[in-house]
């Protein structure tokens, strides 16, 4: 493992290249045609930059027409880099829509301190759009390991207090 905080960075910086490239490589072989893959995103601690020696690398795949139960949406190729494997987290564009309507904390985490890797740009531009709009609303923060939201979108008028949610 690299020591010096320059070997990190540069590893972590080989890492999400060598990812970018692999990425590009899955999303052609389960979508030849184009369309299907709305966003690719890298979150959580290679993301973010505190990866360890076991970190896996957590990859969102927003893709059309997935359902059904999450280990069993797409047959996607087994990915490792430099000892560190991808978990893909695969959701429908409907799904990742809600998670942002909700400001709920996959999508704060990809779009405060991810790494988009591909996207279908209109769609990439209306989910921000509503993250932005839901996490002001609802005047979301993320303290620790926590994301607070200090108005809840059903929260009746007398209901002032704030929901804490542990990172899953």
Excluded at 87 to 111: G, I, Q
Aim: contains cysteine.
């Amino acid at each position: 493992m690299p020591g010096s905080s320059e070997e990190r960075d540069r590893f972590r910086d080989e890492v999400i290249e060598e990812l970018k490239r692999r990425m590009r490589e899955v999303r052609c072989l389960i979508d030849p045609l184009g369309g299907k893959v709305k966003l690719i995103g890298v979150v959580g601690s290679f993301a973010r930059g505190d990866w360890h020696p076991g970190s896996d690398i957590d990859v969102i795949l927003v893709y059309e027409g997935v359902s059904g139960p999450h280990w069993k949406r797409l047959d996607l190729p087994p990915v490792i880099i430099r000892g560190h494997s991808v978990e893909y987290h695969v959701l429908s564009p409907e799904e990742f829509k809600l998670l942002c309507e909700e400001a709920r904390m996959t999508a704060y985490d990809l779009f405060n301190e991810g790494i988009i890797i591909h996207a279908d740009k209109q769609y990439l531009d209306g989910v921000r759009r509503m993250f932005d709009e839901a996490a002001e609303r609802m005047r979301v923060a993320k303290k620790g390991s926590f994301l607070i939201r200090e108005k809840l979108s059903n929260m009746g008028e007398n209901d002032h207090e704030a929901r804490q949610q542990p990172i899953i």
